[in-house]
């Protein structure tokens, strides 16, 4: 069977620091074709499509989800997929590939896991960050606010500050924590930061998907990644410790 479907040229690929996930992962999806530029046709049949997966797998030591298909120029996109396959998890089948589904299973409970140790671990380098800046009396952590419990809240004399940390993959996954967190401290009394710890993303990036979110952040909140929060808080004056 061969099927023609659009693709763009020059998808970029980058590894994580910290992940075997590429920023596929971001979003960069296929749009409609109402933009004629840059659009290439192309046919496949089933064993370039196996290629197409072996050429991933060398490349990143899995195969890809259908998020990581969309973006990756050796196969069709998703969509292609469910309409000429029934799904990349039919297809897979069909080309005898392991782990047909990434949402399930052990692979699934594996990437919940991962992704929980890495928070916790984070937010233990972030308490030692602050403790070491403000002093151990100043920097309390998971202090409620009403419904809501922020990871750390902080006494500085410009003014008191709360840090809800996350973690995440990429565009897609950081724009879903963001929405939710935006609803959760709405009306939130004080300012604080949203610490998104991916070393793949910098502060441009951040702020250019922040710029383009259809809602837009209160001026009390603000996003941050990690280096762009230790120039921050280096820059901020501290309270003295007080006497044992």
């Known amino acids: 069977m061969y099927v023609s479907y659009n693709y763009r040229e020059n998808s970029p690929i980058i590894r994580e620091n910290f992940s075997t996930y590429p920023p596929s992962l971001l979003g960069m999806h296929h749009k409609k074709n109402n933009v004629k530029s840059n659009i290439k046709q192309k046919t496949y049949n089933l064993e370039m499509l196996r290629e197409g997966f072996i050429l991933f797998q060398k490349e990143y030591g899995r195969f890809p989800t259908a998020l990581e298909v969309d973006s990756f120029p050796h196969l069709p996109t998703s969509r292609t997929i469910q309409r000429s396959w029934g799904g ?44 070491f800046r403000f002093g151990e009396p100043f920097v309390h952590t998971q202090k409620r606010f009403g419904h809501v419990r922020a990871d750390f809240y902080v006494y500085c004399p410009n003014g008191n500050f709360a ?59 603000s996003v941050m ?9 280096n820059q901020l004056p501290v309270y003295k410790n007080p006497i044992p």
Not at 190 to 204: E, G, R, V, W
Not at 225 to 233: L, N, T
């Open 225 to 233: 990644e990690f280096m762009e929060f230790q120039q921050y808080i």
């Open 163 to 221: 840090i809800d940390v996350f973690c995440y993959e990429a565009k897609h996954s950081f724009l879903a924590e963001i929405n939710f967190k935006q609803k959760t401290y709405n009306n939130f009394p004080c300012k604080i930061i949203f610490l998104a710890i991916n070393s793949n993303f910098n502060q441009t990036q951040i702020n250019n998907w922040i710029k383009n979110k259809r809602n837009t952040l209160p001026v009390n909140i």
């Open 88 to 131: 990349l998890e039919k297809l897979r089948k069909q080309l005898n590939l392991q782990i047909t589904n990434y949402t399930k299973g052990q692979y699934r409970s594996n990437k919940s896991h991962d992704i929980g140790q890495r928070g916790w671990n984070t937010e233990n380098k972030i308490e030692e960050i602050l403790q």
